[in-house]
């Protein structure tokens, strides 16, 4: 079992930045990697950025590439998302969620709220 606590989000203007952060805590030597997704009202869960833990190999929504960046601390068992130039369109429920192997997600947040408005 792995507990996931995510803190940041809130809200901002458009062109604003803002950070996630997410912490595990329990089993997480068996780590695979971490990562965020995102859900807006009507819309499908989808995945933002991930990162996997034995190289850091990353992976983003073609959306978002050049303007969030996720990075990891595999001694902390940390993930954090910066997210600059924030769009309207970003606004949505954000998850953390962790994975024991590629592309199965076994753990997830609570979700932090992001929402982009003028």
């Known amino acids: 079992q792995v507990r996931l606590v995510e803190s940041g989000g809130g809200l901002v203007q458009p062109g604003d930045s803002l950070r996630l952060s997410c912490a595990a805590s329990?089993?997480?030597?068996?780590?695979?990697?971490m990562g965020w997704f995102r859900q807006a009202p009507g819309a499908e869960r989808e995945l933002v950025a991930v990162?996997?833990?034995?190289?850091?190999?990353?992976t983003y929504l073609d959306s978002v590439k050049g303007r969030f960046t996720i990075w990891r601390d595999t001694a902390k068992n940390t993930i954090d998302l910066q997210m600059t130039d924030l769009k309207p369109e970003d606004t949505a429920v954000y998850y953390c969620?962790?994975?024991?192997?590629?592309?199965?997600?076994?753990?997830w947040g609570q979700g932090t709220q992001v929402t982009v408005s003028s």
């Open positions: 969620a962790w994975s024991l192997t590629e592309g199965k997600y076994d753990s």
């Open positions: 990162i996997n833990w034995p190289g850091g190999h990353t």
């Open positions: 329990g089993r997480t030597s068996t780590t695979y990697g």
